[in-house]
């Protein structure tokens, strides 16, 4: 082995040593262009092979380059693994606390009473069911006469009326507007099927379980086949979908001027399933809406034949649905809007 | 209507509890809203009898009395009743015992003498004041002297029956009387009830010697009948008869009310009683008032009575409010001896009418308004004259004034069992529907299916096949009753365009962070006219049950404050809500009835973005608002173009922050802050508000949808900055941008706007990028700058900028 040859191996071990101890990139940069570079110690012994024979010369210089090319490596190699160091301390100065609240959008609450309709919207859209919202200032003829309740029936005792004059009136409940549909709908299109939610009016003084302003629901199927089993099957499918698969329901004779026969729907009380509680006041059933077959009067004002065509109605509480179903005490909480109540139910469902 | 479990079992055998019978009578037909028994809660109440008595030694009101209990020596009590005395039996709390509201009895001293317990009082053991016999009003209750010293009180007093009580429908008044209500349980147990009847001895003299009766229209009083009974002795009646008034809820008074008060609860027919000798003549007709006839009530009320009042009057003057309340002058009293007794029918309009005006609904005009058993009217009548006849050692005189009558007759119904299982969608047999008419002791005949019902007079309700459909599913049982969905035709179930549209608004609304509210729609006249978006007339209600809640709203924005205003006195100072529903706008004060139309609106206060550790606190201002509204604007895809107008004019907003919102030339609702001194009225802070004629915008022309491809040129883009007057709007200076702007400029931008000390006062810098784009080409440099050059000369000819 020739001098040469030996200056280079110890060049090579010296060089890695050198490299490999550099601290950072600079540094290193520095031993990378003291060693390879065009005045560094291996172009000097590139320089030295003039003196050597010309058959000397091709193993030196090979062995030259490989010296120099395993230094690049070995330089490459800190290089990289200085750079991950340095990224590494980098990140670890971004590091932030993830535990920090985040910037969460402002979103508003839909109010429970709209829910609640929607809710019931849309199991009756489900079943073929239309929509329709009618007025809120109603002709007494739509509110009662329309309704089987004509002129100094006792049943209008029942309904304590905001009138505007003697023939117009806030409407007491959504009947008005199942009349009004009644008497439009073409029967030879097929049946009449409508579910009609809104505001109604009550001259009662505002406590925590009475309001002047509330919410109903009316419904109303009317065609050549309907039956009172179908007015209890289509109320079991729509309760179950509001109050779970697990309901039960249960009819209850009752009087309505407007339906003929006349039930109040219980469900089983969802809180204790039937045992007895206080939301079911120990009975282990809720009265939740009232329903019947449409009454022949009813049919026979809207100019529709009672021996032909039949069907049922049902109507109920909108509020009462809510304050039930949430455990709400204070029927003035939905028309406060308290901020505090609002939110509570933004989470929809 | 209380129904008394025992009286019911002298018309029915009963082998269920009360609670068993409240329950089926609820499932069956009736609701029994309570079952209440009397000695409930009650403990260790006995019979006593008091041996003797002597005044406290301490006391000048107080006795001490030794009283026999039964069971060893006599005990002393002390009693502070000024109607005890030696000799009666009454009603003693042992120690140890539980009166009324649960109040426990201890033995003790008082003013230093032992008493052994307490002699009670009705009301002590529970009875209502409004119950309990005015001659013990005041004192302790004497009980017969048969009663057993020792034993429980309960049984002497009624107390171990149990009470029921029913809501009655306007459809079920035949269940306001014992009878109805038997023969309602008959029908519901397969049980036939069986009631007594009794008939008055008459003596030889004829009624017609007395009195002489006349009704003058018979439309009026269509049954009215009397009987006549003298030498009467006023006393109390019998305690089986008092037992059953007061569990009624009814004061027991003499021997004659009573008489009438029971029978009425027992045939559920009204009767009245007037003191012959003081009706001032032998004549009763029964009329109509004269207009301001005056009578004076059984209730010391002196009324001015209208020409809609049916009166029993003395031939010359009215005596009585017919069916209503007795006249005061006629009222039997303890000196009473000839007694005229009535039981009629009246008109139930006029009784409802009458009982409305004067506010004197009573347990009998309830009854005459709401139907009487045409059947049992003289049946009534004889079996009230026979009781007070025993009852007071009275002679009924022969015969009966009856001027008009209604002679019974069984309503004969049809309905065939196809139509009741049609209706019910069940399969009940032929015979089981007869069983059930049987039951509810119909009359009933059937042929091939086809029944005919023949309903005796006291279920005067039925009158029409669906009436006899309602009665066969009630008694043969809901729970029977299968579930299933209707058969016919489906239908499409679908909300209308509209309905979708107002339901994607109220999410885009609740998105951009704001509260959905329910406002009251009946407020105060004032605020039902602020606001308003266009003139219209109010819509009041005629009898408002306050001043709060009387006229219907034209607005949807003082809603809203009403809100805010109720929160920031809760401490929640950052609210934003908004409404959506209807407004009541009157073209003029003489239409009726106002058009509802829907609206929208919201409002917002306090913080939009309150501080949190990341963000500053960011108070609400106009253009937050203005977003929302544009970005609501936005999603109604409106054809005609969205613009705002500076508006000083509306009353409630501030006059330098309020904007008109046109689309196209149609006023569509505004945007703006609530004047500061409207602010101040509501008790709220800084407020931003907007309000929309939603029903406007659901019916505008839409845009139509239309996709265009993305283009691949690209787009240039040039910055202009300008110095202008302080009052030139942006909307004039993108105008005028756009006017000039060629066939390329696809976008301004307004992106800087400085008003401050650093430029010229009185006027202000903005800063605009132009969005430049040829579809079909890429645009050369040149191409714009061209374009650019006739803006920048516009913006410095028409609107006096200065390019800076
Ligand atoms: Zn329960």
Same mark, same amino acid.
């Given at each position: 082995?020739?001098?040469?040859?030996?200056?280079?191996?110890?060049?090579?071990?010296? @060089? &890695?040593?050198?490299? #490999?101890?550099?601290?950072? !990139?600079?540094?290193?940069? +520095?031993?990378?262009?003291?060693? %390879?570079?065009?005045?560094?110690?291996?172009?000097?012994?590139?320089?030295?092979?003039?003196?050597?024979?010309?058959?000397?010369?091709?193993?030196? @210089? &090979?062995?030259?380059? #490989?010296?120099?090319?395993? !230094?690049?490596?070995?330089? +490459?190699?800190?290089?990289?693994? %200085?750079?991950?160091?340095?990224?590494?301390?980098?990140?670890?100065?971004?590091?932030?606390?993830?535990?920090?609240?985040?910037?969460?959008?402002?979103?508003?609450?839909?109010?429970?009473?709209?829910?609640?309709?929607?809710?019931?919207? +849309?199991?009756?859209?489900?079943?073929?069911?239309?929509?329709?919202?009618?007025?809120?200032?109603?002709?007494?003829?739509?509110?009662?006469?329309?309704?089987?309740?004509?002129?100094?029936?006792?049943?209008?005792?029942?309904?304590?009326?905001?009138?505007?004059?003697?023939?117009?009136?806030?409407?007491?409940?959504?009947?008005?507007?199942?009349?009004?549909?009644?008497?439009?709908?073409?029967?030879?299109?097929?049946?009449?099927?409508?579910?009609?939610?809104?505001?109604?009016?009550?001259?009662?003084?505002?406590?925590?379980?009475?309001?002047?302003?509330?919410?109903?629901?009316?419904?109303?199927?009317?065609?050549?086949?309907?039956?009172?089993?179908?007015?209890?099957?289509?109320?079991?499918?729509?309760?179950?979908?509001?109050?779970?698969?697990?309901?039960?329901?249960?009819?209850?004779?009752?009087?309505?001027?407007?339906?003929?026969?006349?039930?109040?729907?219980?469900?089983?009380?969802?809180?204790?399933?039937?045992?007895?509680?206080?939301?079911?006041?120990?009975?282990?059933?809720?009265?939740?809406?009232?329903?019947?077959?449409?009454?022949?009067?009813?049919?026979?004002?809207?100019?529709?034949?009672?021996?032909?065509?039949?069907?049922?109605?049902?109507?109920?509480?909108?509020?009462?649905?809510?304050?039930?179903?949430?455990?709400?005490?204070?029927?003035?909480?939905?028309?406060?809007?308290?901020?505090?109540?609002?939110?509570?139910?933004?989470?929809?469902? | 209507?209380?129904?008394?479990?025992?009286?019911?079992?002298?018309?029915?055998?009963?082998?269920?509890?009360?609670?068993?019978?409240?329950?089926?009578?609820?499932?069956?037909?009736?609701?029994?809203?309570?079952?209440?028994?009397?000695?409930?809660?009650?403990?260790?109440?006995?019979?006593?009898?008091?041996?003797?008595?002597?005044?406290?030694?301490?006391?000048?009101?107080?006795?001490?009395?030794?009283?026999?209990?039964?069971?060893?020596?006599?005990?002393?009590?002390?009693?502070?009743?000024?109607?005890?005395?030696?000799?009666?039996?009454?009603?003693?709390?042992?120690?140890?015992?539980?009166?009324?509201?649960?109040?426990?009895?201890?033995?003790?001293?008082?003013?230093?003498?032992?008493?052994?317990?307490?002699?009670?009082?009705?009301?002590?053991?529970?009875?209502?004041?409004?119950?309990?016999?005015?001659?013990?009003?005041?004192?302790?209750?004497?009980?017969?002297?048969?009663?057993?010293?020792?034993?429980?009180?309960?049984?002497?007093?009624?107390?171990?029956?149990?009470?029921?009580?029913?809501?009655?429908?306007?459809?079920?008044?035949?269940?306001?009387?014992?009878?109805?209500?038997?023969?309602?349980?008959?029908?519901?147990?397969?049980?036939?009830?069986?009631?007594?009847?009794?008939?008055?001895?008459?003596?030889?003299?004829?009624?017609?010697?007395?009195?002489?009766?006349?009704?003058?229209?018979?439309?009026?009083?269509?049954?009215?009948?009397?009987?006549?009974?003298?030498?009467?002795?006023?006393?109390?009646?019998?305690?089986?008869?008092?037992?059953?008034?007061?569990?009624?809820?009814?004061?027991?008074?003499?021997?004659?009310?009573?008489?009438?008060?029971?029978?009425?609860?027992?045939?559920?027919?009204?009767?009245?009683?007037?003191?012959?000798?003081?009706?001032?003549?032998?004549?009763?007709?029964?009329?109509?008032?004269?207009?301001?006839?005056?009578?004076?009530?059984?209730?010391?009320?002196?009324?001015?009575?209208?020409?809609?009042?049916?009166?029993?009057?003395?031939?010359?003057?009215?005596?009585?409010?017919?069916?209503?309340?007795?006249?005061?002058?006629?009222?039997?009293?303890?000196?009473?001896?000839?007694?005229?007794?009535?039981?009629?029918?009246?008109?139930?309009?006029?009784?409802?009418?009458?009982?409305?005006?004067?506010?004197?609904?009573?347990?009998?005009?309830?009854?005459?308004?709401?139907?009487?058993?045409?059947?049992?009217?003289?049946?009534?009548?004889?079996?009230?004259?026979?009781?007070?006849?025993?009852?007071?050692?009275?002679?009924?005189?022969?015969?009966?004034?009856?001027?008009?009558?209604?002679?019974?007759?069984?309503?004969?119904?049809?309905?065939?069992?196809?139509?009741?299982?049609?209706?019910?969608?069940?399969?009940?047999?032929?015979?089981?529907?007869?069983?059930?008419?049987?039951?509810?002791?119909?009359?009933?005949?059937?042929?091939?299916?086809?029944?005919?019902?023949?309903?005796?007079?006291?279920?005067?309700?039925?009158?029409?096949?669906?009436?006899?459909?309602?009665?066969?599913?009630?008694?043969?049982?809901?729970?029977?009753?299968?579930?299933?969905?209707?058969?016919?035709?489906?239908?499409?179930?679908?909300?209308?365009?509209?309905?979708?549209?107002?339901?994607?608004?109220?999410?885009?609304?609740?998105?951009?962070?704001?509260?959905?509210?329910?406002?009251?729609?009946?407020?105060?006249?004032?605020?039902?006219?602020?606001?308003?978006?266009?003139?219209?007339?109010?819509?009041?209600?005629?009898?408002?049950?306050?001043?709060?809640?009387?006229?219907?709203?034209?607005?949807?924005?003082?809603?809203?404050?009403?809100?805010?205003?109720?929160?920031?006195?809760?401490?929640?100072?950052?609210?934003?809500?908004?409404?959506?529903?209807?407004?009541?706008?009157?073209?003029?004060?003489?239409?009726?009835?106002?058009?509802?139309?829907?609206?929208?609106?919201?409002?917002?206060?306090?913080?939009?973005?309150?501080?949190?550790?990341?963000?500053?606190?960011?108070?609400?201002?106009?253009?937050?608002?203005?977003?929302?509204?544009?970005?609501?604007?936005?999603?109604?895809?409106?054809?005609?173009?969205?613009?705002?107008?500076?508006?000083?004019?509306?009353?409630?907003?501030?006059?330098?922050?309020?904007?008109?919102?046109?689309?196209?030339?149609?006023?569509?609702?505004?945007?703006?802050?609530?004047?500061?001194?409207?602010?101040?009225?509501?008790?709220?802070?800084?407020?931003?508000?907007?309000?929309?004629?939603?029903?406007?915008?659901?019916?505008?022309?839409?845009?139509?949808?239309?996709?265009?491809?993305?283009?691949?040129?690209?787009?240039?883009?040039?910055?202009?900055?300008?110095?202008?007057?302080?009052?030139?709007?942006?909307?004039?200076?993108?105008?005028?941008?756009?006017?000039?702007?060629?066939?390329?400029?696809?976008?301004?931008?307004?992106?800087?706007?400085?008003?401050?000390?650093?430029?010229?006062?009185?006027?202000?810098?903005?800063?605009?990028?132009?969005?430049?784009?040829?579809?079909?080409?890429?645009?050369?440099?040149?191409?714009?700058?061209?374009?650019?050059?006739?803006?920048?000369?516009?913006?410095?000819?028409?609107?006096?900028?200065?390019?800076?």
């Amino acid at each position: 082995m020739s001098t040469l040859q030996e200056k280079l191996t110890q060049l090579q071990q010296k @060089g &890695s040593q050198d490299i #490999k101890a550099a601290s950072d !990139l600079k540094q290193l940069n +520095d031993i990378r262009v003291k060693l %390879l570079g065009k005045k560094g110690p291996i172009t000097e012994v590139l320089r030295g092979m003039r003196d050597l024979t010309k058959e000397e010369r091709p193993a030196v @210089g &090979s062995f030259a380059n #490989k010296v120099r090319d395993a !230094l690049a490596e070995v330089v +490459d190699q800190k290089k990289a693994e %200085l750079e991950q160091a340095k990224i590494e301390q980098q990140l670890a100065t971004e590091t932030i606390d993830v535990t920090l609240p985040g910037d969460q959008p402002k979103i508003g609450a839909h109010h429970v009473i709209s829910q609640v309709i929607e809710q019931l919207e +849309d199991t009756f859209l489900g079943m073929g069911f239309k929509v329709v919202y009618g007025y809120e200032v109603e002709e007494e003829k739509y509110n009662f006469e329309m309704l089987n309740m004509p002129k100094d029936h006792p049943a209008r005792d029942m309904q304590d009326t905001f009138y505007i004059t003697k023939d117009v009136l806030m409407r007491t409940h959504m009947s008005p507007d199942e009349a009004r549909e009644l008497e439009k709908h073409d029967f030879s299109q097929g049946p009449l099927k409508m579910v009609s939610p809104g505001r109604v009016y009550r001259r009662d003084t505002d406590d925590a379980t009475h309001s002047h302003q509330f919410f109903q629901m009316e419904g109303q199927y009317i065609g050549k086949n309907v039956t009172m089993a179908d007015l209890k099957g289509t109320l079991e499918f729509a309760i179950r979908q509001i109050f779970g698969e697990e309901r039960e329901i249960r009819f209850r004779p009752s009087y309505f001027p407007f339906t003929e026969p006349s039930v109040e729907v219980d469900i089983s009380c969802f809180k204790c399933n039937g045992k007895g509680c206080d939301v079911c006041k120990h009975t282990g059933w809720i009265e939740v809406l009232g329903a019947g077959m449409t009454h022949p009067n009813v049919l026979k004002a809207a100019g529709v034949d009672p021996e032909i065509y039949g069907g049922f109605a049902f109507g109920l509480g909108i509020d009462r649905f809510a304050m039930l179903k949430y455990g709400i005490d204070d029927i003035r909480n939905f028309y406060q809007n308290d901020v505090r109540f609002l939110t509570q139910f933004e989470k929809r469902g | 209507m209380k129904v008394s479990y025992n009286w019911l079992k002298d018309y029915i055998d009963l082998d269920v509890t009360p609670e068993e019978l409240a329950n089926k009578i609820t499932l069956t037909g009736i609701e029994v809203e309570d079952t209440f028994h009397p000695d409930a809660g009650l403990k260790k109440i006995v019979v006593g009898y008091v041996v003797s008595t002597k005044p406290h030694p301490n006391s000048d009101h107080l006795q001490l009395c030794q009283v026999d209990l039964g069971a060893s020596d006599p005990v002393q009590i002390v009693c502070g009743a000024p109607n005890v005395a030696a000799g009666q039996k009454v009603i003693v709390a042992l120690p140890g015992s539980r009166i009324a509201n649960n109040e426990k009895i201890k033995k003790g001293k008082m003013r230093g003498e032992v008493s052994n317990g307490m002699i009670c009082a009705l009301q002590e053991i529970g009875f209502s004041t409004d119950v309990a016999p005015q001659a013990y009003a005041d004192g302790i209750y004497v009980l017969p002297a048969d009663a057993k010293v020792g034993a429980p009180v309960y049984p002497y007093l009624g107390m171990d029956d149990a009470i029921l009580d029913l809501a009655i429908t306007p459809n079920r008044a035949d269940a306001q009387s014992m009878r109805g209500v038997a023969y309602e349980v008959g029908a519901v147990y397969a049980k036939k009830p069986h009631f007594d009847v009794a008939k008055p001895v008459e003596t030889a003299k004829p009624v017609t010697d007395v009195l002489q009766a006349s009704v003058a229209a018979e439309k009026d009083a269509p049954s009215y009948n009397l009987r006549v009974i003298e030498n009467v002795k006023i006393q109390p009646s019998p305690l089986w008869l008092q037992i059953r008034l007061w569990n009624a809820g009814i004061r027991p008074i003499n021997n004659v009310v009573d008489v009438t008060n029971y029978v009425m609860l027992d045939y559920g027919q009204p009767m009245h009683a007037f003191d012959y000798d003081k009706i001032g003549s032998k004549e009763i007709l029964v009329r109509r008032a004269t207009e301001g006839e005056a009578l004076t009530t059984l209730d010391g009320n002196e009324h001015e009575l209208s020409a809609d009042d049916i009166v029993i009057s003395n031939g010359t003057k009215a005596i009585n409010l017919a069916g209503v309340m007795g006249g005061l002058d006629s009222e039997i009293t303890d000196q009473t001896t000839t007694v005229v007794l009535e039981a009629a029918i009246f008109d139930p309009m006029h009784i409802r009418k009458s009982a409305q005006r004067y506010n004197l609904r009573s347990e009998a005009s309830s009854r005459f308004e709401k139907g009487i058993n045409k059947g049992t009217v003289l049946t009534a009548l004889d079996h009230a004259a026979s009781l007070i006849a025993d009852f007071s050692d009275g002679d009924v005189l022969a015969g009966i004034l009856s001027p008009t009558k209604i002679v019974p007759a069984a309503t004969v119904v049809e309905v065939s069992q196809e139509r009741i299982n049609h209706v019910l969608g069940m399969q009940i047999s032929a015979a089981e529907i007869t069983k059930i008419f049987k039951r509810l002791a119909f009359g009933v005949s059937e042929m091939n299916g086809q029944f005919k019902a023949s309903v005796p007079t006291h279920r005067w309700d039925i009158s029409i096949p669906a009436d006899l459909i309602e009665e066969v599913a009630r008694l043969y049982g809901y729970d029977k009753m299968p579930t299933t969905l209707p058969a016919s035709a489906s239908t499409p179930g679908i909300l209308t365009p509209q309905q979708r549209r107002v339901r994607q608004m109220a999410q885009l609304l609740e998105a951009s962070g704001l509260n959905q509210a329910i406002s009251y729609a009946l407020t105060t006249s004032e605020k039902a006219s602020q606001f308003t978006l266009i003139p219209a007339a109010t819509t009041s209600v005629a009898w408002p049950m306050t001043v709060d809640h009387a006229v219907l709203r034209m607005n949807l924005v003082s809603g809203l404050l009403d809100n805010l205003a109720y929160n920031i006195a809760r401490k929640q100072v950052n609210v934003a809500l908004y409404e959506q529903g209807r407004v009541f706008l009157k073209q003029d004060a003489k239409t009726t009835r106002p058009e509802e139309v829907e609206y929208v609106a919201g409002a917002v206060t306090g913080d939009w973005q309150a501080k949190t550790w990341n963000q500053a606190a960011k108070p609400v201002d106009f253009y937050q608002i203005k977003g929302i509204v544009a970005a609501l604007l936005n999603q109604f895809n409106l054809k005609a173009t969205v613009t705002y107008h500076a508006t000083a004019t509306r009353a409630e907003m501030h006059p330098g922050r309020t904007a008109d919102i046109y689309v196209g030339d149609q006023l569509v609702g505004f945007v703006g802050q609530i004047h500061p001194q409207v602010e101040k009225v509501y008790r709220i802070k800084p407020t931003y508000v907007f309000q929309l004629n939603l029903t406007a915008l659901l019916t505008l022309e839409k845009q139509a949808v239309v996709y265009q491809a993305i283009s691949k040129y690209p787009v240039i883009t040039r910055d202009v900055a300008l110095l202008v007057a302080s009052d030139v709007t942006n909307q004039a200076i993108t105008d005028a941008i756009f006017a000039k702007g060629g066939a390329h400029l696809k976008n301004v931008t307004l992106f800087d706007s400085y008003t401050g000390s650093k430029i010229e006062k009185g006027k202000k810098s903005l800063a605009y990028t132009l969005t430049y784009q040829n579809p079909g080409a890429t645009l050369t440099d040149d191409e714009v700058n061209t374009a650019f050059a006739k803006v920048e000369k516009t913006l410095v000819e028409q609107i006096g900028a200065v390019i800076r």
